[in-house]
């Protein structure tokens, strides 16, 4: 099939859109922690930003996507993007160049390690971070993600993920339980360090999200046309209504309606409806985004308030929660109307589809919270992950970049 200018125009700009959310991803974050760490969480992402797209133009995209070895993992074809095509496509999207492809997947590549910052941030040192990042991506994101998404094993299974929900959030968000529980608490956990030092640039942070994952999910078509539209409009639907749930829930506990709440519900519902988004109706995006709204806020009662588990920015319940509700959406309500390339759920005749998503969710589960504790527990006995008490009382900002993010 010959290459589509107006495809490849919607790809570039979904591009885009996508590579912004990791820049937005440290703006929400820094502004939900405390000032004295704001930077370093910027910095984390900006920096991860760089680091991972260049370690996906050496090694991400050929392990991921060139030619399976057993379905387990790509081959090396395509080192530093040699021989991937700019004037013509590739089996994955026909209509749009080779490269385009390769860089619109770099963007998932470089932010799903990145959302794991949320759950560590303020005790990390960064050359641990920088180490983590790396190792993560190469043993566990690029084998998950050629599973799913490369022809992979999961993938002859049946296993599908539109966009994410099981290569990025539930394997991103067990991995974010797996890091709270290795480094333990941050220092006089509880209720008077867990309060936003800058919710409007959370807000701004936020509203980046939500217009980039546009391209996130629509973009995931690899096409312009009636199923990106169609993913578009399920995507903002979901959101606004787990945006809504957590509004109401904010408002029935504290009597007031909380800012907070409502960025944090939004972001649930982009991060739950990812997987289905590209198989679903908007009716029935409607409904998951309730579901979504009630599991990620109560999910987030039981970690952090009574299982006292400091997961400081609530990664494994916005994201990890959310990924795995999505991801069985599709065992349940996906239907081929919607997407005929996709499969149909247990309301559209298929059960089984069910019990194939169950199984790829609690495999990206299980690499995700083992491969994150072996991966840590390593670099802990090597350079060491928690900075020390003195530098987490005055702040990563100083003790790691030497930077304060407000002079008075």
């Known amino acids: 099939m010959a290459i589509d200018t107006g495809d490849t125009t919607w790809m570039l700009i979904s591009t885009g859109l996508v590579m912004m959310m990791t820049p937005a991803l440290g703006f929400f974050e820094a502004g939900l922690i405390r000032g004295k760490n704001s930077l370093s969480v910027i910095m984390q ?195 606004a209504t787990s945006a809504l749930v957590w509004i109401a829930l904010s408002w029935k506990r504290a009597g007031k309606p909380s800012s907070t709440a409502a960025i944090n519900g939004a972001i649930s519902g982009l991060a739950g409806v990812t997987p289905a988004a590209g198989f679903i109706s908007a009716q029935n995006s409607f409904l998951l985004g309730i579901v979504i709204g009630f599991a990620s806020y109560y999910a987030i009662l039981l970690l952090k308030e009574h299982l006292k588990i400091d997961d400081a920015l609530d990664v494994s319940s916005v994201h990890g929660v959310t990924g795995i509700v999505g991801s069985l959406a599709i065992g349940l309500i996906a239907s081929t109307l919607i997407n005929p390339a996709g499969p149909d759920g247990l309301l559209y005749g298929n059960p089984m589809q069910l019990a194939t998503q169950a199984f790829g969710v609690a495999v990206a589960a299980a690499l995700g919270f083992g491969g994150t504790i072996i991966i840590m527990k390593i670099i802990n006995a090597t350079i060491g992950l928690k900075v020390r008490e003195e530098e987490e009382d005055v702040g990563l900002d100083i003790t790691q970049h030497a930077e304060r993010a407000y002079v008075s």
């Open 45 to 239: 992402t900006f920096s991860g930003l760089a680091i991972l797209s260049t370690l996906w133009f050496v090694l991400g995209f050929t392990l991921v996507f060139s030619p399976s070895q057993g379905g387990f993992i790509g081959g090396f074809d395509w080192l530093f993007y040699n021989n991937v095509p700019f004037n013509e496509s590739l089996d994955y999207a026909p209509t749009i160049p080779g490269v385009t492809f390769a860089t619109f997947q770099m963007m998932f590549a470089v932010i799903t390690p990145l959302l794991i910052t949320g759950a560590f941030a303020e005790r990390v040192k960064w050359n641990a971070f920088v180490v983590f990042i790396i190792a993560w991506s190469i043993f566990i994101y690029y084998p998950l993600a050629h599973w799913i998404w490369g022809g992979g094993w999961l993938a002859e299974l049946g296993v599908f993920d539109f966009a994410g929900g099981i290569v990025i959030h539930t394997s991103a968000g067990l991995a974010s339980l797996a890091a709270a529980l290795v480094l333990g608490r941050r220092k006089n956990f509880g209720p008077d360090i867990m309060v936003p030092h800058n919710i409007p640039l959370a807000v701004i942070g936020a509203t980046l999200l939500w217009l980039g994952w546009y391209g996130f999910n629509a973009g995931s078509a690899l096409a312009s046309g009636s199923l990106a539209a169609n993913t578009l409009l399920v995507t903002h639907i979901a959101s």
